[in-house]
């Protein structure tokens, strides 16, 4: 395996007496898209706001390129490296996808209210490597639509575009998929490789199981906060305790 990027060792996060990630350990590689997956309250979201920084862990460490990080906010994750997409999309719908783009590249000159921000981020430069980045996901032709007037396909991408504007080496993806039709899931399969392949190390979490596993070169499956199974896809496709926890539910092949 590549080099460790990012190391979670023995990590719990409690909520009192819940107990939502219990002794987590694993790995990312450089270079590497790792599937995070279990059901429905497996602890995969906890996970990744520990790693995000927004939940400091209860016990255990983060070890982000050989750094430890328990206790960095989020934006000071942002700003070692660690971009991150959320489940539930929240871009500025009063702004265009090229605007939300540059809030993200501006992120270090922010003074004050959002709008003078923006009008001293609009620097060719900035514009420019905006619109780069709104081409790498696939936007460039609706860079001055606002994005309260897209889909949710193109929000999901939007989102992306926003993580990457932060120029990370680790991306985390929170249900990049979800609402998504076939054709709008084979371009945000083509996308994830892409950035992999750009050099950006990929942690996701995904319920669409065939998904998950096309994407992942590895996968971590949780269940109740605690690590069940890990492996190559084709390994935990197929391990008795995944299947009755977890591939077995509902008959599916989809997290409940």
Known sequence: MP?????????????????????????LGAGEILGLLGP???GKTTCFNAISGVYPPTSGEI?????????????????????????IVHPFVGLSARENVIVALGGDHYRGALWRSLASWKKRSIADEADEILRTV???DMADRRVGQMPIGNLRRV????????????????????GLHHSEILHIEGLVRHIRDTGVSVLLIEHNMKVAMALSDR??????????AEGLPSEVSSNPAVIEAYLGRGGSGNAA
């Open 138 to 140: 696939g936007l460039l």
């Open 159 to 178: 989102e992306i575009a926003r993580a990457l504007a932060l120029r990370p080496r680790l991306l985390l993806l929170d249900e990049s998929f979800s």
């Open 63 to 87: 070890l982000y390129d050989g750094r430890r990080a328990n206790g960095t906010p989020p934006h000071g994750m942002a700003k070692l490296g660690v971009g991150r997409t959320f489940q």
């Open 40 to 42: 429905n309250g497996a």
């Open 219 to 228: 996968v971590v499956v949780l269940d109740h906060g605690r690590k069940l």
């Open 3 to 27: 080099s460790a990027l990012l190391c979670v060792k023995n990590l719990s996060v409690h909520f009192g007496g819940l107990k939502a990630v219990d002794d987590v350990s694993f790995e």
